[in-house]
């Protein structure tokens, strides 16, 4: 499968990409299309929630990007009706580029937010479908799929998705067996093809780290250790998780000091925690932040912290473990990406008292996180590349399209 004219052009539908990020699918699809593009003609079609948004660019080497007009569904009971509104202005725009003389023979939807059009293009004009999942609604809200009804439909709808695929894609083992379990999915039609990122954008931070010192101080004195999160504040990240171990760290380090980045439905209640453990001086919310002040707290923290309940996968961990720094994960896929002891360390997923022993350990044992850091970097720079995971999915489309072939004959 090559950029030549007789290759099979692959729609992939997506909902974020450069102008509407939200978490990490829209790390995966900035980082894996552009890739995808240099080995393969490659449509990338998204929903263009504002008339500013350019409507069509170049991609890589063999894609385009197409942005069709379209309104942003908004949280409330009926989300899901209003996603297949977008979704059917995605499905009319692909079908409408296939009358006018585009080749198809392949769809590549991800997610359920995308799996209204992806199934019509499927059962209606016999396109394979293939399908990353990068969460699950069960993962998200655990027993709300069966109490509360939105919830229940989109984890019907990820059901059925998931069981109408040709191919499952998923990030981690940890999702594999989610999806399995939870979705139904044919075990033979789910594959793990791991996240990647542009490790070249991370090399030289540390560097930075004397120059920054003013920046850092902000947050902390020169002597205090730097924590560092950075995520949605919701339940599965566990930032909470986080505001309770160091409240546990500072008997043992009494300087210690936490910076949060990100926003979601829990910072209200992390401002009560913080307040009633009297960590106000200790923990500080900074809301969202954009990627040069992200790479800046890369550069002087101490530690990155990732101590989720739930992570399909975590890009976050990598972009640490390629910046150089000490990083601490809880459970999911971040336990995959992070080998304990070796990489990094990884924490009981919950447990303010693991997270807590193994932040204390970064902080007193400077030599042995020094060690996994350089194995880590290592890591990331031979396993976790873009253009690596773009071969594994185009060897993936390949398989597809021939066991496709061959049940027609």
């Not at 890589?60 to 197409?66: E, I, L, N, P, W």
């Not at 695929?165 to 594999?176: G, N």
Request: hydrophobic fraction near 45%.
């Amino acid at each position: 499968m090559t950029g030549s004219k007789s290759a099979p052009r692959v729609a992939v539908l997506a909902t974020e990409y450069k102008f509407n990020r939200v978490g990490g699918l829209g790390a995966h699809i900035r980082g894996l299309v552009p890739a995808l593009s240099n080995l393969m003609p490659v449509d990338l079609v998204l929903p263009a929630f504002d008339a500013s948004w350019p409507r069509s660019e170049r991609l890589g080497r063999y894609g385009y990007v197409h942005r069709v007009d379209a309104e942003r569904p908004q949280a409330g009971p009926d989300y899901d009706h209003q996603v297949w509104v977008m979704n059917d202005r995605l499905s009319d725009y692909v079908i409408g580029r296939m009358a006018a003389g585009a080749h198809f023979r392949l769809v590549h939807a991800h997610d359920w937010l995308v799996g209204y059009s992806a199934n019509l293009l499927h059962n209606q004009h016999d396109l394979p479908l293939v399908v990353t999942i990068h969460a699950t609604e069960s993962g998200r809200v655990r027993d709300a799929v069966n109490t509360v009804d939105l919830s229940r439909r989109i984890h019907l709808a990820e059901v059925h998705l998931a069981r109408n695929a040709d191919l499952v894609i998923t990030t981690s083992e940890f999702m594999r067996a989610e999806i399995l379990q939870n979705l139904g999915a044919n075990a033979d039609r789910v594959e793990v093809i791991p996240n990647g990122i542009d490790s070249s954008g991370f090399h030289g931070l540390r560097r930075r780290r004397r120059k920054l010192q003013d920046f850092r101080q902000r947050y902390a004195a020169p002597d205090e250790p730097l924590l560092f999160y950075v995520g949605r504040l919701v339940w599965e990240k566990g930032p909470d998780v986080l505001v309770d171990a160091v409240h546990m760290l500072r008997d043992h380090v009494p300087g210690v000091r936490a910076v949060i980045a990100g926003t979601g439905s829990m910072r209200q209640d992390l401002v009560y925690k913080i307040a009633a453990l009297s960590l106000q001086d200790r923990v500080e919310l900074v809301g969202y932040i954009d990627d040069e002040t992200r790479d800046r707290f890369y550069a002087v923290a101490d530690a990155a912290v990732f101590p989720s309940r739930y992570e399909p996968f975590g890009i976050v961990a990598l972009e640490a473990m390629a910046a150089g720094v000490p990083v601490v994960v809880g459970g999911g896929g971040l336990a995959e990406v992070v080998t304990a002891g070796v990489t990094g360390l990884v924490a009981e997923p919950g447990s303010a008292a693991s997270l807590m022993e193994c932040l204390l350990s970064v902080l007193k044992q400077p030599e042995a996180a020094a060690e996994r850091v350089r194995r880590a970097q290592l890591v990331v720079e031979e396993q976790y590349t873009w253009k690596r995971v773009a071969a594994q999915t185009m060897q993936a489309y390949q398989r597809v399209l021939a066991q496709k072939q061959a049940a027609a004959s």
